[in-house]
Structure formats: C-alpha cells, structure tokens
RNA sequence: GGUCCCGUAGUUAAAUGGAUAUAACGGAUCCCUCCUAAGGAUCAGAUGCAGGUUCGAUUCCUGCCGGGAUCACCA
C-alpha cells in the first residue's frame, strides 16, 4: 500500500500509452520519474516530475507539457480532484477526500502491519556483533550490534526469509592469550600466585577472573599442572563462559542471534582444507609474495613467500595470505570456509555489519564470495562509523589495558536500553555519531527516544480516558470524514511510511526510521496543542470523544509509532 | 602513500537527482483554570573550494582543501 510506488507505475504506464497514441514521446530518461508529498505551504498531495523529464525530447517548455499532462490526467485518474502546476513544472495533485478515506481504511485494517513492502521476497542471512568472546560487549560494540538486528528486523518486517547470525572466532592467537589468562587466575586462586601485570596482550578483566572461579568451583577440570594439556578443554570452557556473558549482553540490547557458528567447527569439519581445494581446482591460488604495506610507520616488513589467495581477479587490491609462516591457517582462510558455508547453506543474500575498522577487509571479502560461489551469491557488507562518546561534556578515551572502558550492562543500567537504541539509529552509519551520556538520559523534549514515546503515550491517555482500548474497532462512516488541513498534513505523512521502509530496508539504512518517527510525532503533538487554543480541536470532552473521526486519526498514528518502535526494539509505553 | 567514510545554521544532525534545503540544541519572545508542559507557537541563522554531467546537484563525476578510520603471519 505505497501511494508513492503505486502512481509512480500508473503515471508511467499513463505517459507510455499516450505515446503510443503517438500524442507524446518519450526519451530513457523515463526511470527519473518519481512521485514524492507535495511541500508543505503548496497545494497538491503528491508532486511529478513528468514534465520536467519529458520536456527535452519532446522540444516543448516543462509548463506547456504539464499542461497537456494535466488535462489528459484529470480525465484518466477519477480520483484526482485537481493538479497545480507549480514552477518550474511541477504536477501537484490533489487528491479526493475518498481517496484518503480509503486510505484509512486500509491502514485501520492492517493495523501495525501498514508499511510492509510486498516485492520479491528473499532468504537472508545477515551476520552482526561476532565480538571475539574473550570479554564482555562494551559500547565499541554497539552501534554495529544494533545496526544489524534492525537491518534484520527490516527485512523480515517486509516478508523475507532471516537468519541472524554470529561468527565466533574461537581460535587464535588472541583465543590463546584469553585461555592463558585464565589459566593464570586459577593459578593466582589456587597457588596464591599474582596474576602477571605489564604483560602484553593479556586479559586481566574481572570476567576472566569469574571463569577461573567458577571451572574451580565447579570442579570443571581436576589438574592445572600442565597448561598445554588442559588448552583443549579449558579453551572450550572459557569460550563458552564468555559467550554466554556476551549473549546476556545482547540480550540487554534487545538483541537474539538465531545460529552461532564456530571457526573451531569449521577446522574440525575440514571445511577450510575443502575451500582451499575449491579455489584451488579454479586456479585462484599459488605460492607468492605481496607488496610491502606503503605506509610510513610500516618499518619491520620482511617479504615471505606464502600460499595466496588472488583475490586481485576479484577487485581487491592485493592477493591475500591464507597460510601463516607455520603454515597454519589464516583468520581470512577460516573467514573464507566461513562463508563458504554461507553459500552452501543456499541463502539468496549474505550481509555482513561490520565496524568501521574492518572496512579494510570488505574487498577481500567480496572477492572470495564472489569466486567460491561464481558470483551467483550476492554479499553486501555494512559498515558502521565509530561512535564517539563524550561524557562530562568531553570526549571518553576506551582503553583496555586500564581496564577503564564502558561496557554494555554500564551503558544499560546508566542510560537505558531504550535511550540506547534510538539514539545509535537517529545517525546514518556513515557518520560518526556523537553520544552524550548526559543528553542521552535527559527525559526531556531535547531527548528524541522521549518525544515519540511520549506522543504514543499521549494517544493512549486519550483512550484511557474515554473508556476505549486502543485496539477497539471504531463504528464510523468513513465517508462523512470531513479532513481538515492539519489532518490532512498527517494522513499525508502516514502515507509516507511505507515509502520509508521501503528505502530503509532497500538501502539498508535505518536511521530513517527515527528520523520519520520524530516528524510524526512533532506533527501530532501540533495537533494535540491546538486543542489548548481552541476547544473544537480537543479530541474529548466530559469523558467523550469530540469526534470519532479525531480518534481515527490517533488509531492510525499510534499503528505506525508503534511498528516503527518495534522494528527499531524500542518500547512505546502506554503512560509515562 | 593506497583504500573507505565524512565536510550542510554558533553546535549536532536530516534530505532514494527536485521546488522556498528539514529539524533539534544554543540565542530572542510568547502559551499551563483546559485530553500528560517529557508539549506547543513566533523570530534570527547553513550546503568547504574549483570545475564537469543534468531541464535541475547537498546528492553523481574529476581535482583540491580539511576531519576520521584502515594497511600485517590480529581477529
């Protein structure tokens, strides 16, 4: 039900038939046709830009074309009830009161499910967070983590298929590391041996510490003698531990993963020998040396001959190491089985959210796709910018080793999840955003999260107090709806959502949804103010609804508030 | 140096190639006997620079100037 998508195609199809009568012609540029909401302070509904497109080839000025346009339009379309023309060629079109009394019929049916797209539908897998489980999440994590889930949330929103998803790196130098300092607590606990201090890339957080506790408590392993012996399990017990700190992270996110995947599995599965072989049997692999890093700080580069990957074929800018100097395997080539697996598992379209450090990584990446699924599996991959958090008014510095950096349950129980949510949105991703922990928790006007909710909580209050559940269905003859300017200003923006989630979700860009959310609301609470000026504006009076037709504009804000705070996971109480 | 992202009111942002560039904060002035003032109304204020494509450019292309991220046998 996008007005916008649905005339679009009409106008289309009205202009190429009056070409094959010949009355008109038509250039290629007929795909720059589009239909938007007429601004506001001029008349029409929606505009078209036909004139202006048509204009060149037809050798006529924009004016002298909307002119024809008009005229034949009013005839076909019956439920156009006129159409300006506005410089420099613009058509406005107005649209009947039955048009827009149909229109909110159809939205007061589907209820939160108006704004829903119904083009081709797909299968998903979209790929978020995958935090390496040697800590907790801390804020670092969080744009990506949220980002990512609303894109999913999006697409299933609009009927597709979706498996969210997380890799968890499980292996590794970094993983070795994590286990040792493990191992060093329950050697500090059980010898009364200190914990090494100042050595690198150690972890000494409080959440190794607890893993140490709890394998003690818990009599998980009997021996601590020998750490070689023990690495096998007590890695796969401290990763398991970690993950599960990290899933209740997410979850105070708001955030559920349908299906984890270990690189130890893959290893185990022979899955990276197999993708090797894959690319291997398409000559996409030799034994070589790459290009010293150009830049100036790069001083301990020493060349080396290694098995690479080519995936210079594929666009990226240098082939790929996919053994170490030991020859074990690199992170990419257990990325490469990764998605290789992805591939096998038959989804039409693979996303993967990633933060703005990895944006390095994203050719390589798309070349190996590209060349384990001959270009047939489509892969997209998000980036998210940084989030720069400032905190007392100046900029807040993470920094592991001090172990002084905010993590998700701090920002949670400081700031809120719903605060959280909203405000890592408002931003497209492509801009670092700014988060101010005291802006965040003000409960104010300033506070968007809070001026949407609150225009939620206000149509609520006005139920409440008429007796009425909200989701009551409301006995009126639509058609003695007489709409005035300022409600006309709102139907028009509530026909507007589905065109949003439609380039939300196409674009994968859903700061789009605050966005549209916030001028929603600014335009009801406009509404609602007019009643303190004048009474005839006030939806009750003595307990009783005003008029019904008031109550059906609230019924149908309220739907669209409320799907667009549930696919962006924000809660829209009812009073506040 | 290569690659990627960004440059819009004093500040922080918005704008699938459209019209008079949209908001919030901050500044100035108003509105609570009344459905929730966590709200509303009014005013002042902006597209880094130089080209190009286009009927039309904040948006696309090229160059420059600024800011950020990144470069590996780390994941």
Known sequence: MNIFSIYLEKIKEFIIDLEKHEQIKISDNLNNLAIELTPKDLQ???????????????NKKPKDIAEFLKTHLIIKFSEFKNIFIAEPGFLNIE???????????????????????????????????????TGPLHVGHCRGSILGD?????????????????YVNDLGKQIKKFTLSVYYRIIEILHNKEFPKNVDDLYPGENVADIAKKIIDKKLISEFN????????????????????????????????????????????????????????????????????KYKE??????????????????????????????????????????????????????????ADHTGYIKRINAGVEALSNKKTKLSCKVSQL??????????????????YITVEDLINEVGRDPVRFIMLSRSNDVELDFDFKKVTEKTKDNPVYYVQYCYARICSVFRNINKDLNEEINFDIKKFHINSYERQIIKKLSEWPKCISISSQRMEPHRIPVYLYELSSLFHSYWNLGKDDFSFRFISDNKPTSLTKLIILKCISYVIKSGMNLIGVNTPNKM
């Open 298 to 355: 790069e001083k301990n580069w020493k060349e080396r001959k290694q098995l690479l990957f080519k995936s210079t074929l594929y666009g990226d800018d240098k082939d790929r190491p996919l053994q170490k100097n030991d020859t074990s395997w690199t992170y990419f080539a257990g990325d490469l089985a990764y998605h290789n697996n992805k591939i096998d598992r038959k989804f039409d379209i693979l996303i993967n959210v990633l933060g």
């Open 150 to 166: 609303v894109i999913a949330n999006l697409l299933i929103f609009n009927g597709n298929a979706v498996t969210k998803e997380y």
């Open 226 to 293: 020998n750490f070689d012996k023990i690495y096998e399990k007590l890695r796969e017990i401290s990763i398991k531990e970690s993950l599960e700190l990290i899933k209740v992270n997410l979850n105070s996110l708001g955030i559920q993963h349908d299906h984890f995947v270990f690189e130890s599995q893959l290893y185990k599965n022979n899955e990276i020998q197999d993708t090797v072989e894959k690319l291997k049997k398409k000559d996409l692999i030799y034994y070589g040396k790459i290009a010293a890093p």
């Open 44 to 58: 029409g509904d929606i505009s078209c830009n036909a004139a202006l497109i048509l204009s060149k080839t037809n």
């Open 387 to 404: 989030v720069k958090l400032i905190k007392d008014g100046k900029p807040f510095k993470m920094s592991k080793r001090k172990g002084d």
């Open 95 to 133: 649209f009947k009161d039955d048009f827009w009394h149909k229109f909110l019929t159809d939205l007061l049916n589907l209820k939160e499910k108006y704004g829903s797209n119904s083009y081709k539908k797909n299968s998903y897998n979209v790929e978020f967070v995958s935090a390496n489980p």
